[in-house]
Every structure is written in C-alpha cells, then in structure tokens.
C-alpha cells in the first residue's frame, strides 16, 4: 500500500475543509525542523469523522536523537484510552505542557500537546511532541529507591546512637552491628542471649572473639555473604551485610539465625526417605517371589479351568509390581508417572499373551502425568484389568486388532480411555470378575467414576477420577 499525503488522509478520514488542510500543510512543512531542535518525534493528529478517535496524518522523526518509535505511525489511529491529552486539547483548544505519558511500545516519554486552529479559531488538529525520558524514569528509580534504603539505615544508626533502637526487639534471630575494626556497637536481646551463652567475656568486645568460626566470613570482601556455620552444636545460618563500599565502610550487620531443627527436619526426611525406598524394594521383591511360584506352579501343571485363573492373578501381581519397580527407578518416591505405568503394563500383558494373539497392536496417547503413589496402585489393578479384558475378550472372531490407551486432564481430573475395535461389549452379559475389581477400585479407592459402552467397532472404557481425593470427616 503506497505512502498516503496528508490532504489523501483528511479528505479519507476527516470531515477538514480545503482551507483547514491548507492549515495542517502549512504546519507539516515545520515538523521536521521542530523535531531536530527539540531532539523528539513531533506529529499531527486531527479528528476523524466520526470524532470518537483520531488518526496520525503526519510525522517528523528528529535526526539529531533516537527516534521514539521502531516504525512509521502516519496512517494509524489514535483512541481516547491511549491518548487522552490529545483529544482534551482537540476539544478544550487548551495545550499541555510536559505530560508524563507511555507509547503502545512501551517507552516513557514527556509529551506536549498544542492545538493548530483553522477558521473561526476551530480546533482542527493538534501538535504533538513526545521526548523519550525512559532512561531518565528509571535513573529516577534507582536514586529514589537508594534515598530510602539511606534515610532507613540512617534512622537505624542514629536510633542505635540514642540508646532507642527502632530494630524489633522481639525478631528470632540474633542481629550484630559491628564497627570496621569488628567491635559490637549493637546487638539485639536475642544476640545477647547467644553471647550469654557462649559464657565467654571479652574486654575489647570483638565479634570474632566470642565466634571465632565465622573469622572467615567477616574477613571476607564480599559485601553480603551468607554460610552455615557450627557453634555449641548448634548450626546457625550466618548473614553478613557490610554497608558503604571497600575504601569506606559504614559499619556491618551480622544476622545468626538458628537453623538446627531445619536441618535435622531434613535428616529425618533423607532417612525416612531411604527407608520407604527399601520397603518399596522389599515389596517389589516379594511381589515378584509371588509371582515366580505362580509361574512354577502352572509349568507344573495345572487343571486348564484353572489356568486362566492363575494367569489372571499373575497379571495382577505383575501390575501391582511395576508400580513399585517405578518407584525405585525415579528420585521421588511420592510421585509416579502414569505414562510410563500405563505402558509397562500394557506392553506386558500384550507381551505375555498366547501365540493366537501376537497380532493385537497397543498404543498409548496422553502427556507426563504424575499421581501419588498411593493411588498408583489402585490405578495399576484398574489399567491391568481394562486392558486384559480387550486382549482376553475384544478379539475372539479376529485376533488382529488395535488397541488404544488414550489418557489426559481436565482441570483437577484424570481420564483414562481404552479403547478396542474388536467384537463389542455387550450390556446384556454377565459382569465378570475383572469388572467387578475396576468398578470397586475406582468407587472406593479413586473417589472417580467408571462407564463402558459399546462402539463402532469395539468397546470404549473410560476412567475419570481426581488428582487428590477428597477428605470425608464423620
């Protein structure tokens, strides 16, 4: 689209007479002068027909300073919500002088608005000058921000002086204020505790005396530093904030704060942590002792009306454990994947079926999901069920067939799908013990919701359940 003039743009978009676009001409000629010798963008706006906005019909970017904007604004509309100075000069004739204002980049800028008036002293669009003060707001910032941290330390050093520190007196840890040579000027009452403590005196009454530990810490150059450090068996997080610079220093303030019930919290965690890991590995490895006597007792031999029964409670027991051996294999023992889950047991039951079904293919869909590990359990028992049921049930009249396992979350819920194109379910049968086993499992154990229903081809399961189960209180 080619570069529009300005009497195009007011007689597109305005209702402006000859003589007012005459007007605007004339004041257009000067924009680029004016911009040079202010060192800011300038532009003129006028009103558009509809006179609820304006649009920009010139511009001038100064040559002699970095320009406001990254590209050209002659053409765009200007809207009230954005630029509210320009359409009060638009309808008061009145100009402003210096107002602070923030462009649609995102830039501060000091703008200047003057009306250029047309016949009869009617307001036929405005001059605008906007200087970017970005840099300048910012230093501003900075030096009102530094005022206050001055004017808070000085009435904190001045209030030690007068014997009335405005510090907290009830704060749990214990604050110092020592001079450049390390000699205490203050210490709040939880700082003299610690020194009572010590049970040492010292007459020049050194900081580094009473705790030689932290000698380190306070010949650092560091203007704050922060280390843990061991004093009367105790340990102590120790903060230094040394005030001024390196030629001259204000004095510094050393904060102990008491951290030893943090860190044998954090003991007792690491522990509790190894040992629930070695139960869980104990578990795996009972689950999987169980599962080797099931496997030893049917290449015995077993009655064939009982083989599937066997291999049914095999397949539970197996699902049961991979939830475990998941465990043992990620960091956390409180979280578990529910893809990786969902595909270990998928692909062994799959896997260990007959020869007549090795043409069944399984897939799986859905994003990284964790669950807690109390839930993983329920979960597994409910995959393992829905899953061997497709492999045992869906494909009786053509053992090539598909299966999906399609999961993901809506809000603070998890849906699980299988889904078969095998022979369908059929209402009318007899609920099996598989079923049974998902339906309680997802009532009583998942707090969710359990629907299978027949498709075109196949059979659709669906679990839905919450990410944290409710708390019932009797």
Do not use: W
């Amino acid at each position: 689209m080619k570069n529009l003039t300005v009497e195009e743009l007011c007689r597109l978009h305005t209702n402006l007479s000859s003589d007012d676009v005459k007007r605007i001409e004339e004041v257009v000629v000067n924009l680029p002068l004016i911009a040079d010798l202010n060192k800011a963008n300038v532009f003129v706006d006028c009103p558009t027909k509809e006179g609820n906005h304006a649009i920009v019909v010139a511009e001038a970017v100064p040559t002699t300073t970095k320009s406001v904007y990254k590209k050209p604004v002659v053409g765009k509309f200007a809207y009230e919500a954005f630029e509210p100075s320009v359409f009060f000069t638009l309808r008061t004739g009145k100009p402003i002088f210096l107002n602070r204002a923030l462009t649609q980049e995102g830039k501060t800028v000091d703008q200047s608005v003057v009306p250029i008036n047309g016949c009869n002293n009617r307001v036929i669009g405005t001059l605008i000058m906007e200087k970017d003060i970005s840099e300048q707001v910012k230093y501003q910032q900075k030096m009102e921000a530094l005022s206050e941290a001055t004017e808070t330390l000085s009435e904190i050093l001045i209030g030690m002086t007068e014997n009335r520190p405005i510090i907290p007196e009830v704060i749990e840890e214990s604050l110092f204020f020592i001079d450049q040579n390390g000699k205490i000027l203050y210490s709040n009452p939880s700082a003299t505790n610690l020194i009572q403590e010590i049970g040492e005196s010292c007459s020049e009454n050194l900081l580094v005396q009473y705790f030689p530990d932290i000698e380190d810490i306070l010949e650092s150059l560091d203007e704050l530093l922060v280390q843990e450090v061991t004093i009367l068996n105790k340990v102590f997080q120790v903060k230094k904030i040394k005030l001024g610079h390196q030629d001259k220093s204000n004095g510094t303030f050393v904060i102990f704060k008491n951290i030893t019930e943090l860190r044998e919290k954090e003991r007792e965690l690491t522990v509790k942590s190894v040992a629930i890991r070695e139960i869980h590995h104990r578990v795996k490895n009972n689950l999987q002792t169980v599962a080797s006597l099931l496997r030893l007792q049917m290449r015995r031999g077993l009655p064939e009306e009982s083989k599937v029964h066997f291999e049914e409670s095999l397949n539970r027991i197996s699902s049961i454990a991979s939830v475990y051996e998941i465990i043992l294999s990620n960091s956390s023992v409180d979280e578990i994947d529910i893809y990786s889950l969902i595909e270990k047991i998928g692909n062994m039951l799959v896997s260990e079926a007959g020869p007549e079904y090795r043409g069944i293919n399984i897939t799986y869909s859905g994003p990284r999901l964790l669950i807690h590990s109390n839930k993983a359990v329920s979960v597994a028992l409910v995959i393992n069920e829905l899953i061997q049921n497709c492999v045992k049930h869906a494909f009786n009249t053509n053992h090539d067939g598909r299966i999906e396992v399609l999961f993901k979350q809506k809000d603070d819920n998890i849906e699980v799908q299988v889904i078969d194109n095998g022979d369908g379910y059929s209402p009318e049968a007899k609920s099996s013990l598989g079923l049974d086993i998902v339906k309680m499992m997802i009532e009583h154990d998942l707090n969710g919701c359990f629907t299978i229903e027949r498709a075109d081809p196949g059979t659709i399961a669906t679990v839905k359940f919450p990410l944290e189960r409710e708390v019932v209180y009797s």
